[in-house]
């Protein structure tokens, strides 16, 4: 994933929205030519993810800044650690503040709440997946942040793998049907993509058997019909739990031997790691 070429648009589509025509309370009371110093402090404990964002974002609003860094991207944190100093002229400097700020923040929040899920099944094979369920237009960011925390990530979009879920297949007519017109399609259009499928029930379990798919997600399954689950489909699919696992429930789904398990609170429902960007002398 080369983040210099997913991120380019969007950072300058963060300058220009917290930009506008200037800062003017910057330009008010600063002389153009004042340069300092400031330093990236951690102020809860945490995983730091953004280190690689804030060096882009200084470089497009600050070209002539100079970095010091302390602490790289995955570093496990706690308060009173420093992760960088950046000097420059200090205009530019309080221009990337709040940006760099809101990046780093959210996305240690997504890489922390990632290693709190990834941790507790670090001795088993079972990976903890993302979902899609992210921020419109901060996706790749927030994707990046889980891989940083110890995740790997699902697909990126609705592009670059077949996943058929409740609803495409209860459209097309069943699952058999669906699948069917995805392996026709994709012949058609000569794309090579993985097929997931989702299921519901082990009567749409022993349907899916019969299809060769690639991977399949069971959704909602207890503990017990997973581990039932597992054994039916060994050897034949990848395996995937998903649906309202926490934490607390985490490691039980993944002692049954399924390969990955999807959580979409990674994303969705995080609080920001509280960093901030201090002048200093």
Known sequence: MNINDLTDKLIDLAIAEDLGDGDHSALACIPADKRGSAQLLVKQSGVLAGVEIAKLVFAKIAADFELE??????????????????????????QAERLVLNFMQRMSGIATETARYADIIADLPTKILDTRKTTPGLRLIEKYAVKIGGGEN????????????????????????????????????????????????????????????????????TVEDTQKAVRLI??????????GITLDTLRAYAECGVDYISVGALTHQIRSLDLSLKAFF
Do not use: W
């Not at 860094?69 to 309080?94: E, H, M, W």
């Not at 000569?190 to 019969?210: G, Q, S």
């Not at 060994?234 to 649906?243: F, V």
């Open 154 to 221: 699902h697909r990126i979009g609705l592009y670059d793998m077949v996943m058929l879920k409740d609803n495409h297949n209860d459209f097309a007519g069943g699952i058999t049907k669906a699948v069917k017109s995805v392996r026709k399609y994709l012949k058609d259009k000569n794309k090579d993509l993985k097929i997931e499928v989702e299921v519901r029930n082990f009567e749409e379990l022993n349907e899916v058997l019969h299809l060769d798919v690639d991977r399949i997600m069971l959704d909602n399954f």
């Open 234 to 243: 060994a050897g034949r699919a990848e395996t995937e739990s998903s649906g």
């Open 69 to 94: 860094i302390f602490l790289q991207d995955g570093a496990r944190i706690s308060p009173g650690d420093v992760a960088f100093k950046v000097s420059g002229r200090v205009i530019p400097l309080l």
